[in-house]
């Protein structure tokens, strides 16, 4: 999931980027949609398209929090400047950043990119600990997780498609939380994580603004938490109710691939949103993909496609259109198909080799 978020240590430069902005559009709405369509692109790590959309934006059309935003991505990518590291987890998190901005801005493959950042982590985890490894990120993987732990963080590793992931954090904290899902309650186990680092690429390429809030694993949940008012329905169905489905499918349908898990738990969400609604459905509708490799904007183009075939029939999906239907018969649907693809699930053959 990738949620808004205002960082606190965004480093700004704004009046030479500002004065760079070459072709800009002249209304203000179509430049804050600009600067949408530029922070989707990012998100789907594509820097160079969206770059090209990002020039196009009158900074004065945006809000305080999006021009921040869109002066440093700028400044960023279009300067590729790289902060010296001063110790041994900075260069650990530089060498994250040089992969990523390499694959973003397509400067090499990603396999290219990831051999290249396998070879720095190696070579840091022998200066570290005097031990050679091999040039594997699923070796390496496990050593900075031990090593960066002896030094008081936490990290996320693996890989958030479609890139490598390196998120850090120094302190989390375990509390419980009983979710009402739409087959039923269950106790789901969340880690509250703090002071961060790292938030991952996706806060990378987009300076914070957008970022991963929350994840799950088999056992429990994993909560950015400045990323949340505990108490707002965000909280409890963009984050809880998003990730308690995928809690629950992990148990229930051991296996199940990314794209249709994100799907299912985005229809979680919208059959237990009220106020948030219609944001979550024109967030949708603005992050949408074909393809399965996308598993967030597949995910998003499917619910909203089969929301608008029951419900919009002949129209097509728009904010308008949307409030043209009650709240509780968008719940209604939603809730309707997850009942149904979990019973397509539930009569499927066991498959046997």
């Excluded at 109710?241 to 051991?254: I, L, V």
Aim: aromatic share 10%; with cysteine.
């Amino acid at each position: 999931m990738r949620y808004p978020y205002a960082g606190n240590t965004l480093l700004l430069f704004l009046v030479a980027v500002c004065s760079a902005s070459f072709g800009a559009v002249k209304t203000p709405e179509a430049s804050v949609e600009e600067f949408r369509n530029g922070t989707n692109l990012a998100l789907q790590g594509d820097m160079r398209a969206a770059l090209q959309h990002l020039d196009t934006v009158s900074p004065d059309a945006l809000n305080d929090e999006q021009r921040k935003t869109w002066a440093c991505m700028r400044k960023r990518f279009r300067a590729n400047t790289q902060t010296v590291s001063v110790d041994w987890t900075q260069s650990v998190f530089a060498a994250y950043r040089s992969y990523w901005s390499h694959v973003m801005l397509g400067k090499v493959s990603a396999q290219s990119a990831e051999h290249e950042l396998a070879k720095k982590l190696a070579k840091l985890v022998y200066e570290y600990g005097k031990k050679s490894v091999v040039v594997n990120m699923d070796t390496i993987e496990p050593l900075l997780s031990t090593k960066l732990e002896t030094l008081g963080y936490h990290a996320l590793f693996g890989v958030t498609t479609p890139m490598r992931e390196f998120m850090l954090w120094h302190k989390q904290t375990d509390q419980s939380y009983d979710v009402d899902l739409p087959a039923g309650r269950q106790v789901v186990h969340v880690v509250m994580l703090d002071d961060f680092v790292s938030l991952g690429w996706a806060g990378y390429a987009t300076c914070d603004y957008y970022h991963t809030a929350g994840w799950a694993k088999p056992d429990r949940l994993y909560a950015v938490r400045a990323a949340y008012d505990l108490h707002s329905e965000a909280f409890q169905v963009s984050y809880l109710a998003h990730e308690g489905q995928h809690f629950s499918d992990y148990q229930h349908f051991p296996g199940m691939e990314q794209p249709e898990l994100e799907y299912r738990a985005k229809l979680a969400e919208i059959s237990k949103a009220r106020s948030t609604i219609l944001d979550l459905l024109n967030d949708f509708a603005a992050n949408e993909s074909d393809s399965p490799e996308q598993p967030h904007p597949w995910a998003n183009r499917k619910v909203v496609t089969e929301l608008a075939e029951v419900l919009l029939h002949d129209q097509l999906p728009s904010d308008i259109a949307w409030k043209s239907i009650a709240a509780a018969d968008i719940n209604a649907t939603a809730e309707r198909l997850l009942k149904q693809d979990t019973e397509r699930r539930m009569t499927r053959p066991l498959q046997t080799r």
